[in-house]
């Protein structure tokens, strides 16, 4: 009786990558806490208790109440206080992790789609190209990141739209930079070889063969951005450059309560900083076990 051969299970890509990024339980911590806040700020306008955002719901007589206090009317309890303006806490730190969220993820995302584009074709075709794009990355990597987001919101103004446009100007340049030492790297290898004599277009080349290949430190990179871009924007609405005040982000919640914190209304700074450091530090623990799985040295290692 013959027997049947089972044949191994060939994993995929995508299996192998989910595997291995997930058998790191800090990672997987990183992910959960991320995954948590992500939809709170998807969901906040049906979870919160309260609409921070509609000046004619709130209660100049229910400013700066401690957490677990009634309002004035006694028809809510704020969980987490309020602050000057009457606003419930938990409800403006659901609605200001939406915008800071938003502003990371939208700003990281179009400098990457610039700075990879741009660091492809420089490069891939070198040259006069190469020159003028790393010169210009050059240029703006030599200014601190802050004083360039300061100046440029300072001349346009606040708004969620603007505050991302300076995050993209402020971003680009790393992507750019990553890209091209990427292509200088894969330009040299004999799969480029290949595709140039068959006669592909310099297009195909670049989009079809080398961006692929180019990609993983990329995502590294860009996972990391959005932690820093989230920190930015929650520094320059801290120093009153990002967002107006009908619309607080974590960071304007933060200022807003700092003035307080001496006389002991600790929750109206303290609750925003603790969502703010448990978004930075999951987006970075994901981030760095990203950055080890997608490096094959530091796999063999």
Known sequence: MA???????IETPLQRF???????????????????LVLLAIFAPLISPQNPYDLMALDVMDSRL????LSADGKQTFLLGTDEQGRDMLSAIFYGLRISLIVGFSSTAIALAIGLSLGLLAGYLGGRVEAIIMRIADIQLSFPAILIAMILLALTGQGIGKIIIALVLVQWAYYARTARSAALV????????AAVGLGLSPARIIWRHLLPNCL???????????????SLE?????LGLGLPVTEPSLGLLIANGYQYLL?????????PGLALLLTVVSINLVADHLRDVLNPRLQTQ
Do not use: M, N
């Open 234 to 238: 929650a520094t320059l609405s801290f």
């Open 186 to 193: 894969e330009r040299q290898k004999e799969y480029i070889e």
């Open 18 to 36: 989910l595997r291995d990024f997930f058998a790191s339980r800090i990672a997987s911590l990183g992910s959960l806490i991320l995954l948590l």
């Open 3 to 9: 027997t049947e051969t089972i044949s191994p299970k």
């Open 263 to 271: 006389s002991g209304k600790y929750w109206i700074s303290f609750y």
């Open 216 to 230: 993983p430190p990329l995502i590294v990179i860009a996972a990391l951005q959005v932690a820093s871009a989230i």
């Open 66 to 69: 401690e957490p677990g206090k």
